[in-house]
């Protein structure tokens, strides 16, 4: 398909299309929408499929783009000749794998911590691509028949984007990692290299062969959004954009996006706050233990610390789900990205198969005490959420955990084994979460139009590596800092990630639900939430059915339980904000200036992102590391001051003698049989 002569005839339809908001239902002005429709089509017949003729220019026009709103703002309507599977790409790719693997494996053993993610290697191989494309020589080799060169050319943004999902695939420290540090740092209990590889290695890439198998499901469909990577597809775009004009018809658009997007970076957030020494006020109106009834808040990481960015707009789930479920005909990114070869189905189950084989030699070659059952249950447990939880994540962006789930059923499988708890909530909760981020960074590489065949290479041999460099980090750490994963440990390399992998391992493994929720244990009344939870959601659904266009189908069960997952540690100040931020940038900026949202709101987003980690690096190196504290004035004393800050806006202290919970001659836990 050729790029250029797309775009070209594409163009005065594509202006005309963005121009359309997708909830513009109607023609409140009685337009001639069917001279409009024939001046902007160039001739081109438009047959009546509806009775409302703006629904039926926008069905029409979708076929040069895609049918949703969010995405057009993000996402190129044509792809461009370059190549993406180059020495260039693939050299820096790996050196930034090396380089984040490691920083992000030693500082998750640190308190307080700090990390490398996607969006500081995008910025990173920026630089090191276009610094390549100018020093190295054009020279191009054949070995065995392939031509390659050092310099294929210009840096382009399908070898960036290459380099961006090997970082995301790796970058993050290892979900099995913690289960070392619990099983060495605080059981003093090693099984060897072998095991530690084994463990780390078949848990990260286990998600590969369920990620293969939902691409039908949560890559194909246009209703698949993955709104996540629509900002980060937004930043990439405007790195790259040349040629684009600027347009002066809306505020910041007389300059290009990436000014915009830097200029933007450069506001540092702050937070103020004044509040008297009032029990009640604190209680009302805290941000740290409070209700936050005024959430005012200028810090970017309370706003999207814990439920992600709320520029990136959710959809209504069931409406999108049937969409997906339907045989709708491919929209445009899907069309130009069937001319590249499809990594084959048999790649990933090869994957999968091997993964079980491993895991299987993991568990019962080493005193793990996890059963062979047990693991295909933990499998099983993977395997059965991914779709619907893939479905909710790429429609809202917000992921349903399922560790707590996969403690609780192993909790009462087999009560009385720590070790073994741990491992199976990782293979029943983190294959899941693996999978799922393998599909969005598929998704990412649709919208940027990467080969299919070139992402799994990318994304498995990125995984793999990465997991060596995390063990050998994790050893040297272990082996060679004083008095790690302790508290009181000089440098604060506490290991905080091992610790609540322990504790939470002592609770649910090793005393076991029986002794804490079964029936007469002090918490066995909880259970009655798994009931409300049930009939709560089949309420809703059953309600909405039956009043449609009432508010209740904006109402999304599993959003309602799982988005609350993070408190705590968040608390209302960060949803409150995050909800007002969302209303602005979604409703009102949305409805009243579609330009401006398309253009530059995921863009925003970014900015303020990209800023936060920025800063963020710097005064960890700069302060943090060799313990410079800042200067002390009433602009950041005062917060610290309240009570709210110090946790205890509270009306009734408990005195001398006194507890909550059971009097003093019952015992929180009562022993049963195992």
Known sequence: MSSIKEEKSAGPIARHYESIPN?????????????????????????????????????????????????RAAVKNYDEDIPANTIRAWTIGMFLVIIGASMNTLFSLRLPSIGLGALIAQIIAWSLGHGWAKVMPKKQ??????????????FNIKEHSIIVVMASVSFSAAYATDVLLAQIAFYKQAFG?????????????????????????????????????????????????????????????????????AYVTAVFSFITWIAPNNVVVNQLFGGTTGLSFIPLTFDWTQISGFVGSPMIPPKQIWAQFRNSTK???????????????????????????????????????????????????????????????GIIQAITNTQIGLNVLTEFIFGYLQPGKPLALMIFKTYGYITMSQALGFVSDLKFGHYIKIPPRTMFMAQV???????????????????????????????????????????????WGLIGLQRIFSPGQIYSSLFIFFAIGALLTIAIYLLSKRYPKSPLKYLMAPLIFGGAAAIPPATPLNYLSWGIVGFIFQKFIRGRYFAWWSRLSYLTSSALDLGLALSTIFIFVALTVNWVEGPKWWGNSVVGGTLDAQGIAVQKIVGVGEHFGPDGNSYLIEPVDL
Not at 45 to 55: A, C, E, F, G, H
């Open 23 to 71: 909830n513009q239902d109607s023609n409140p002005r009685n337009e001639d929408v069917n001279a409009s429709s024939r001046d902007i089509t160039d001739g081109i017949s438009i047959t009546r499929l509806s009775s409302d003729p703006v629904t039926d220019l926008k069905e029409i026009l979708s076929q040069w783009d895609s049918p949703h709103p969010e995405v």
């Open 327 to 389: 045989e709708e005909t491919p929209d445009i990114h899907m069309k130009m990205m069937q001319k590249y070869p499809e990594a084959p189905n048999w790649w990933y189950m090869s994957l999968f198969i091997l993964m079980i084989g491993l895991s299987l030699i993991t568990i019962l070659a080493f005193p793990t005490n996890l059963t062979w059952w047990a693991f295909l249950i933990a499998l099983g447990i993977s395997f059965f959420f991914s779709l619907p939880i």
């Open 141 to 154: 080799f054949n070995i065995f028949g392939i031509k390659w060169s050092l310099n294929p050319g210009p």
């Open 193 to 261: 290299l072998v095991f530690q590889l084994l463990l780390v290695i078949s848990t990260q890439s286990f998600g590969y062969g369920i990620a293969g198998m939902l691409r039908k499901f949560l890559v194909y469909p246009a209703a698949m959004i993955w709104p996540a990577n629509l900002v980060s597809v937004t930043l990439m775009n405007a790195m790259y954009e040349n040629n684009e004009r600027p347009d002066p018809n809306i505020f910041g658009g007389k300059i290009h996006r990436y000014k915009w997007f």
């Open 461 to 507: 041999v990125a995984t793999t590596f990465s997991c060596f460099i995390q063990v050998g980090i994790l050893n040297h750490a272990l082996n060679n800092i004083p008095e790690i994963c302790t508290p009181h440990q000089p440098s604060h390399f506490t290991c905080p990630g091992g610790r609540v992998f322990f504790s939470a391992s002592i609770i």
